[in-house]
């Protein structure tokens, strides 16, 4: 897949992306070291970067190793800006505000680096890339191929060669690293990225609530998270304070529901990431199958933390892989030997539906219409508003959440202000609505934003 080049001239590219005050400045917020180094980039042109790590109490006390290890992350910068500079118009995954489809995904392969002697003053790392082999890279990430390089950083301190490190980067546009790129493309990046949100989740599902109502909890959620998946709960949590009680209230919700569902036989976790529920419902629901589908790369960690837990169930329950965006649903589950469409069912779409398309999430919803032939199964499935996906929002909670899915790898695309019209068009015939604030009776704008539905066929 070919990449277009972007036309933006190269003062164009440092105004808007490359600025040396930008990037100090964006990468400082994503990697706090850099902010508490005071580390800083001195100067960037095309393939060239200049940084200074200042010496101070942050970056030196008399071990090697720290020194050493603060140098070979500078040097690992000041390398990456340079590579940054040869991809004009590229915004960077992880550090600039953006999409995958338009944007660029760095990361370090390897470094050698050879400390010639400890660093005294303040440490200048220059990145100085040869035309021919930026010339090189250009070409090959434009033609739409990853691109492996190896580039030389020299870091001097007092006039002197204090390090030298050859650092090797890949670089590829992240569209290709997402689930719509074919499998063996997809990276450890990817797979990375993937588990993170999940996890992230499950750390949010977790938590507990001040809010008497919720009391709904999920005695694995915890585990399956991981300390990643805390930290990074913790950290979406404190950009956006209303996310804790909105999936709270999305859980407690389906679990409600699936207490309603008369002669219930049936789960569906569709997009189950690391949610843990049909091991919390399994011992109460002796007569339920759970059927959990995802990514592989989902369900291989699945597996790995459900076979980590005191009883998994795994008779009760049968997992799945399917990318929903190629793969039909009717068939996957449709045909499995254990599903039967004329039992009642339960079918549960959370936080999936605002990274599908709007094509995607109907023909989504249509596949689930259809494995539901009984009565009284039922869809839970949830939904933002457009403006919280167009970014016309005044709330600046929500926008800066948006920015850290983005950086996850997570961006929103979808929203619908009208659930029932979509559901509908799916073939289903009665959709209730409720917003995450109407069932908490908090009229904080936030909370309205969000909605659950419950559709039966
Ligand atoms: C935000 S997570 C939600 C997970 C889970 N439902 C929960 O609430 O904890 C979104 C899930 O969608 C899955 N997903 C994303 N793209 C997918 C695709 N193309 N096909 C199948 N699953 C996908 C991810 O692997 C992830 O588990």
């Given at each position: 897949?070919?990449?277009?080049?972007?036309?933006?001239?190269?003062?164009q590219d440092y105004r808007d992306r490359m600025n040396p005050e930008l990037m100090t400045s964006l990468l400082r917020t994503s990697i706090p070291v850099l902010d508490r180094c005071d580390w800083q980039i001195k100067s960037v042109r095309e393939g060239f970067c200049e940084t200074l790590l200042p010496l101070n109490k942050e970056t030196t006390n008399q071990h090697g190793t720290h020194q050493a290890a603060l140098i070979s992350l500078s040097a690992d910068y000041t390398g990456g800006m340079a590579l940054a500079t040869l991809l004009r118009g590229v915004p960077l995954a992880g550090i600039h505000a953006c999409r995958n489809d338009v944007s660029a995904s760095l990361w370090l392969a390897g470094m050698n680096v050879r400390y010639k002697c400890p660093s005294t003053?303040?440490?200048?790392?220059?990145?100085?890339?040869?035309?021919?082999?930026?010339?090189e890279v250009k070409q090959r990430y434009f033609r739409g191929n990853r691109v492996l390089v190896t580039l030389q950083v020299r870091c001097y301190s007092n006039g002197e060669l204090a390090a030298e490190a050859e650092m090797k980067y890949f670089a590829q546009p992240t569209i290709q690293l997402?689930?719509?790129?074919?499998?063996?493309?997809?990276?450890?990046?990817?797979?990375?990225?993937?588990?993170?949100?999940?996890?992230?989740?499950?750390?949010?599902?977790?938590?507990s609530s001040a809010r008497?109502?919720?009391?709904?909890?999920?005695?694995?959620?915890?585990?399956?998270?991981?300390?990643?998946?805390?930290?990074?709960?913790?950290?979406?949590?404190?950009?956006?304070?209303?996310?804790?009680?909105?999936?709270?209230?999305?859980?407690?919700?389906?679990?409600?529901?699936?207490?309603?569902?008369?002669?219930?036989?049936?789960?569906?976790?569709?997009?189950?990431?690391?949610?843990?529920?049909?091991?919390?419902?399994?011992?109460?629901?002796?007569?339920?199958?759970?059927?959990?589908?995802?990514?592989?790369?989902?369900?291989?960690?699945?597996e790995r933390v459900t076979k980590l837990l005191q009883e998994?169930?795994?008779?009760?329950?049968?997992?799945?892989?399917?990318?929903?965006?190629?793969?039909?649903?009717?068939?996957?589950?449709?045909e499995h030997e254990r599903f039967d469409p004329t039992v009642p069912t339960a079918i549960i779409f959370e936080g999936c539906s605002m990274y599908f398309s709007e094509v995607e999430n109907l023909r989504l919803y249509k596949s689930f219409r259809e494995l539901m032939q009984h009565p009284l199964s039922c869809l839970w499935t949830d939904f933002v508003e457009p403006k919280v996906v167009t970014r016309r929002t005044n709330d600046q909670r929500i926008l800066s959440f948006l920015e850290g899915m983005d950086s996850l790898g997570e961006s929103f695309i979808f929203g619908t202000d009208n659930p029932a019209e979509l559901l509908e068009s799916a073939g289903f015939g009665i959709v209730e609505t409720i917003s995450a604030g109407s069932y908490l009776d908090d009229?904080?704008?936030?909370?309205?934003t969000y909605s659950f539905s419950i559709a039966r066929p």
């Amino acid at each position: 897949m070919a990449m277009q080049q972007l036309e933006v001239s190269w003062e164009q590219d440092y105004r808007d992306r490359m600025n040396p005050e930008l990037m100090t400045s964006l990468l400082r917020t994503s990697i706090p070291v850099l902010d508490r180094c005071d580390w800083q980039i001195k100067s960037v042109r095309e393939g060239f970067c200049e940084t200074l790590l200042p010496l101070n109490k942050e970056t030196t006390n008399q071990h090697g190793t720290h020194q050493a290890a603060l140098i070979s992350l500078s040097a690992d910068y000041t390398g990456g800006m340079a590579l940054a500079t040869l991809l004009r118009g590229v915004p960077l995954a992880g550090i600039h505000a953006c999409r995958n489809d338009v944007s660029a995904s760095l990361w370090l392969a390897g470094m050698n680096v050879r400390y010639k002697c400890p660093s005294t003053g303040h440490l200048t790392g220059i990145c100085e890339i040869d035309p021919v082999q930026a010339e090189e890279v250009k070409q090959r990430y434009f033609r739409g191929n990853r691109v492996l390089v190896t580039l030389q950083v020299r870091c001097y301190s007092n006039g002197e060669l204090a390090a030298e490190a050859e650092m090797k980067y890949f670089a590829q546009p992240t569209i290709q690293l997402t689930p719509a790129a074919p499998q063996p493309s997809r990276s450890t990046l990817f797979n990375h990225k993937l588990k993170a949100s999940a996890r992230m989740i499950a750390g949010v599902r977790g938590k507990s609530s001040a809010r008497a109502k919720l009391r709904s909890h999920c005695p694995h959620a915890g585990f399956a998270a991981g300390p990643h998946g805390h930290l990074l709960a913790d950290h979406l949590n404190s950009i956006l304070p209303q996310l804790n009680d909105m999936v709270l209230t999305r859980s407690q919700h389906i679990d409600e529901m699936i207490q309603q569902v008369p002669g219930l036989r049936q789960v569906v976790l569709a997009g189950a990431g690391l949610d843990m529920r049909s091991i919390k419902h399994a011992s109460s629901h002796p007569h339920v199958t759970f059927f959990e589908i995802d990514l592989p790369e989902m369900i291989a960690e699945r597996e790995r933390v459900t076979k980590l837990l005191q009883e998994d169930y795994r008779h009760q329950r049968v997992m799945l892989t399917a990318d929903f965006k190629t793969q039909d649903l009717t068939k996957i589950i449709g045909e499995h030997e254990r599903f039967d469409p004329t039992v009642p069912t339960a079918i549960i779409f959370e936080g999936c539906s605002m990274y599908f398309s709007e094509v995607e999430n109907l023909r989504l919803y249509k596949s689930f219409r259809e494995l539901m032939q009984h009565p009284l199964s039922c869809l839970w499935t949830d939904f933002v508003e457009p403006k919280v996906v167009t970014r016309r929002t005044n709330d600046q909670r929500i926008l800066s959440f948006l920015e850290g899915m983005d950086s996850l790898g997570e961006s929103f695309i979808f929203g619908t202000d009208n659930p029932a019209e979509l559901l509908e068009s799916a073939g289903f015939g009665i959709v209730e609505t409720i917003s995450a604030g109407s069932y908490l009776d908090d009229p904080d704008p936030v909370l309205e934003t969000y909605s659950f539905s419950i559709a039966r066929p």
